[in-house]
Each structure stands twice: as C-alpha cells, then as structure tokens.
C-alpha cells in the first residue's frame, strides 16, 4: 500500500529556513499529484503547495508564494518542500499527500478530499 514518511521539521527563527522530505512507496505515481498540508491548532488543515510528478508542474498558496519551493526526486521517490523565510504564521503541523489525478482540475481546487494518502505529518515552529 502507499506509504508516505515525512521528515525535517524542527524548531527555526524567524527568517530562517527549513527543508521538509516526504519519501513516497508503495506504487508508481506517474499519474499522482503530491502536495503538502499543513494545520496549525484550533485550525483547518490548509493546503500549501503541491507537484505533478509527471511534469513536475508545481502550485502555491499564495501565502507561502515566493518562500516555499516543492520540488520531487523521481529516483529516489521523493518529494521535498524547501521553506525559506519563515514567519511565526507558518508554524504548524506539515503533512504530506498523495493523490490521483482524474479531471483537469484537480490541481485548481487544492481540496483535502482530492488527496488519499496522508503522511503522519512533522512539526515545524517558528519562533519570532
């Protein structure tokens, strides 16, 4: 079955930056999206950023726009989200998701439901 396994998060300044991996298995994901979540307490899990891993074309939120860059490794399964700049609004849980592309506009609406597989998720906290 799919499997994803976050790793990276941590205590960081302000200003100071974060690199997240999540190493994806269980099946090919030539046909997948993979995007990264993340919740803070007492709110929604909101989406930040996500890839297709067959064209590596990638989206943003615009709140992280501009900081935030996702990228994958086809070779070694992976997906890494490389977070620069960070604000004390940025601190939450980050998850990592997996989903299959079935209509063109899967990756327009950036909707939880769209993702099956879910990582554990990694914590990240900015300290200002």
């Known amino acids: 079955q799919v499997q994803l396994v976050e790793s990276g998060g941590g205590l960081v300044q302000a200003g100071g930056s974060l690199r997240l991996s999540c190493a994806a298995s269980g099946r090919t994901f030539g046909s997948y999206a993979m995007g990264w979540f993340r919740q803070a307490p007492g709110k929604e899990r909101e989406f930040v950023a996500a890839?297709?891993?067959?064209?590596?074309?990638?989206y943003y939120a615009d709140s992280v726009k501009g900081r935030f860059t996702i990228s994958r490794d086809n070779a070694k399964n992976t997906v890494y989200l490389q977070m620069n700049s960070l604000k004390p609004e940025d601190t939450a849980a980050y998850y990592c998701?997996?989903?299959?592309?079935?209509?063109?506009?899967?990756?327009?609406?950036?909707?939880?439901?769209?993702?099956?597989?879910w990582g554990q998720g990694t914590q990240v906290t900015v300290s200002s």
């Open positions: 998701a997996a989903g299959e592309i079935r209509d063109i506009g899967f990756l327009l609406r950036h909707r939880r439901d769209d993702y099956a597989y």
């Open positions: 890839i297709r891993w067959s064209s590596a074309t990638t």
